[in-house]
């Protein structure tokens, strides 16, 4: 099993619709959640990260941890077709450096 | 302006050829890591350090070497023993884990895109 499951995809959704993206991790020690978005042929772009349980928001964007059930949700409101590209999930515990990543979701979003 | 740089942004390797990827930081962050990643695939992590002169093998660490002489650059050499290098690689750096901040995100760079010739 991995650490970190997320589903491949691809998702496609019209412009302005609200996507929901989400991973499963099995380590309850995991403490620190991250999103990231990746363009094609580019390094990944820190989109949210939260410590622990609960929401952060950030413009259109809305990070949700919930610790009990293991699940990670990214949402995005208002989508644009500039929202286009793969998302990543990422965790790591409290102790350690280490960063464990999803297989990332590829989104696309139709004019 | 602070950041990651990786170079070069394309390599060309030929067979049985060692090469070296850079990896340098200006965050002051004491960890640094390599990911592969392969066409429609996640992350894989090939070596991490923590600490200057320290350093972990990740996942898939076979065929790849690392050292960390200084905190700003971790270098990535990519032996004639990795049978399938052709991927995308990707430097990341971040705060320390356990040093009393909870801004331990990672940041990456652009990425060096190896193939083999």
């Known amino acids: 099993q991995k650490e970190v499951e997320q589903d491949p995809g691809p998702l496609s959704v019209p412009e302005g619709a609200i996507v929901s993206l989400n991973c499963t991790y099995s380590?309850?020690?995991?403490?620190?959640f991250m999103w990231y978005r990746q363009y094609s042929r580019k390094g990944p772009e820190l989109l949210m990260y939260t410590y622990s349980s609960g929401n952060k928001e950030d413009g259109r964007f809305t990070a949700q941890v919930d610790k009990s059930s293991k699940y990670i949700s990214l949402f995005i409101r208002d989508s644009q077709p500039s929202d286009s590209a793969t998302y990543l999930c990422?965790?790591?515990?409290?102790?350690?450096?280490?960063?464990?990543f999803g297989s990332g979701t590829r989104l696309s979003i139709r004019p | 302006d602070g950041g990651i740089t990786q170079s070069p942004k394309y390599l060309f390797r030929k067979e049985g050829q060692n090469v070296t990827l850079s990896c340098e930081q200006n965050l002051n962050h004491d960890a640094m890591y390599w990911y592969r990643q392969d066409p429609g695939q996640g992350l894989r992590l090939i070596y991490y350090s923590q600490i200057v002169n320290d350093f972990q093998k990740g996942d898939i660490a076979e065929g790849y070497s690392v050292s960390r002489e200084k905190k700003e650059s971790f270098p990535l050499t990519v032996t004639s023993a990795q049978k399938n290098p052709t991927a995308f690689y990707l430097c990341?750096?971040?705060?320390?884990?356990?040093?009393?901040?909870?801004?331990?995100?990672?940041?990456f760079g652009q990425g060096t895109r190896l193939t083999v010739v």
């Open positions: 990422a965790t790591k515990g409290s102790s350690a450096s280490k960063i464990i």
């Open positions: 990341a750096s971040s705060a320390r884990t356990g040093t009393g901040t909870l801004n331990t995100e990672a940041f």
């Open positions: 380590n309850s020690a995991f403490q620190y």
